[in-house]
């Protein structure tokens, strides 16, 4: 029997991405299509989203979608060989049909009215898995809706406080990443159109306000997370930034379940994206892409490792640690291109830095998908000092391309790289370098061991061939998934 599934996102890759979430999103569909999974994306009418879609068609009408007249728009999201999957876009222009970035405005403000962007994306998709949408006279409902981070996390609230008709529709909320839970003031409560019990600790109010995240929590059948170890530390008040208390109270119904990588499109032997496509065996091709490397970010060619960081560039991710501990890679031989784009302070801070070192530091502030691939292809590794990594997906791009990721030990890193000590170089399964606390000496110590183990080619080729036989394939993950959904519904 296929299960019908209501995927309701604000992001999905190729439409719309600021990070992993797209990425998560877009590669569902076809990570649970082989377990009898039929995946529907829902997502916001975007300019963007709205300009790629392909096909669409106008299937239902609201006057008044929390306050703003909407519509929705039928097409499909492109997929992979096996084909395309059904995509749902909610047309609202008063909410969506804007200049800038999806949560701000062009000089970085979240959207004043984020509140309504959101809470219209989870009513529309309560109403839509619920039957609102009628094709030939039918309803056309969803077993389960899967709600994706604070954006949709009101969808299970609706479901459970609101719901469209008499269908029961099971909801799953996954967190990508709980700093980010889409909090408003109580004014906004009355304009949900929930009835007065949704303003409850097991509801939506939080902190005397609505909390989207907090909504979802609360209200879905089940809770997941993109990594076991994450799920385990937003336990603790350390990484649960408010709402520890409430995953705790969640028990059983909270797993992790860690992200899987798109292998057709983060595969090095048919990357359309490099100047040399290479495997395993072909390491030594590596070489080409790493000289092009160098020239594209105008650094020194020589036989010393290059280090590679794409991220966005915040606190999150370490990047105030990573000024700190340029002198220090530079010293130990290395050099370092560097691509991503956020916090202004902290691009400034790069800049100083890589002022001191002439051919030895090349930063590239920007969004660039084509170039995150080249430098995956001809780095040697990828730094990702992150203090808290829900997941993190450019550690498992660099395992898959042989670019050793040096990681820090919290959340989905902890999960996917095994340290090279000397009990995992003796048993031959070491695939990068983790280490304890983001600071300058456990940062430095680590870019040190890695320098070290580059300069022993053989036991950096084991390694690096170790970690490209690693499979974080959706296999594993898709299944997880589907077997969730089916035991949600039994
Ligand atoms: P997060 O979602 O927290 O930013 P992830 O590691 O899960 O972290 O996902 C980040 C995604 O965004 C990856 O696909 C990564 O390659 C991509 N990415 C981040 N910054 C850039 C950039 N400046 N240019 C191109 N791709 C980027
Ligand atoms: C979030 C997290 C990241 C995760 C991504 C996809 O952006 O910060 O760790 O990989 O979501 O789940």
Known sequence: MTLKVLSVASEAVPLVKTGGLADV??????????????????????????ASLRRPRAIHVWDSLVGTPARLL???LAGTREGDHPLLVLDAPALYAREGAPY????????????QRFAALGRAAADIAGGAVVKRGKPQGFDLVHAHDWQAGLAPAYLRFAPYGAQRVASVVTVHN???????????????????????????????????????????????????????????????????????ARGSAVHGILNGIDAEVWDPSTDPALPARYGHRTLDRRRINKRALETEFALDADDGPLFIVVT?????????????????????????ALLGSGDAALERA?????GRHPGRIGIRVGYDEALSHR??????????????????????????????????RTGGLADTVIDANPAALAAGCATGVQFDGVTYDGFAAALTRTAALYRQPEVWERIQKNAMKCDFSWKASGKAYADLYAALLA
């Not at 590669?27 to 009898?36: E, M, R, T, Y």
């Not at 997502?43 to 963007?48: F, I, T, V």
């Not at 966005?312 to 370092?336: A, N």
């Open 312 to 336: 966005r560039l915040t606190w999150q991710k370490g990047m105030d640690v990573l000024p700190e501990v340029i002198d220090h890679l530079v010293g130990i031989g290395g050099r370092l």
């Open 178 to 248: 709980i700093a980010f839970q889409g909090w408003s003031g109580p004014e906004v409560f009355s304009q949900l159109g929930l009835p007065d019990e949704a303003w409850a600790i097991d509801g939506v109010e939080y902190h005397g306000g609505v909390g989207m995240l907090k909504a979802g929590l609360a209200c879905a059948d089940a809770v997941t997370t993109v990594s076991p170890t994450y799920a385990r530390e937003i336990r603790s008040a350390a990484f649960g930034m408010g709402l520890e208390g409430l995953v705790i």
């Open 25 to 50: 999103v877009g590669a569902l569909p076809a990570a649970l299509a082989p377990h009898g999974v039929e995946t529907t994306t829902l997502l916001p009418g975007y300019p963007s989203v709205l």
């Open 104 to 115: 701000t405005d062009s000089a970085g403000r979240d959207w004043g009215d984020n509140w």
């Open 74 to 76: 039928s097409g499909t």
């Open 375 to 408: 430098m995956q292809a001809g780095g040697d590794a990828i730094l990702i000092p992150s203090r808290f990594e829900p997941c993190g997906l450019t550690q498992l791009y660099g395992l898959a391309y042989g670019c050793l990721p040096v990681v820090a």
């Open 350 to 354: 790069l800049f100083e830095a890589a």
